[in-house]
């Protein structure tokens, strides 16, 4: 029982600096990290929006995208 008791002690006190570590030291390239994931939405975002107003205002342009990506 007491062993058990500070084996988890003893995980929970890695697990805390590991959080330290993580978002402590590295944060800038954890900060870097999610800028890059919301800029990588953004771009994606606004692809989608491009591909449907040229899907709805010239069809076969859109088919010609479509067959260059897909090879």
Do not use: C, D, H, N
């Not at 988890?8 to 590991?18: E, K, M, Q, S």
């Amino acid at each position: 029982m007491l062993r058990t008791l500070f084996t988890v002690g003893i995980v929970a006190l890695l697990g805390l600096v590991a959080l330290k570590l993580v978002f402590g030291l590295l944060g800038p390239l954890v900060a870097l990290l999610f800028w890059l994931i919301g800029l990588a939405v953004k771009v994606l975002l606004l692809g989608a929006l491009v591909y449907l107003v040229l899907r709805f205002v010239s069809p076969a342009t859109a088919e010609r995208i479509e067959r260059a990506i897909r090879q």
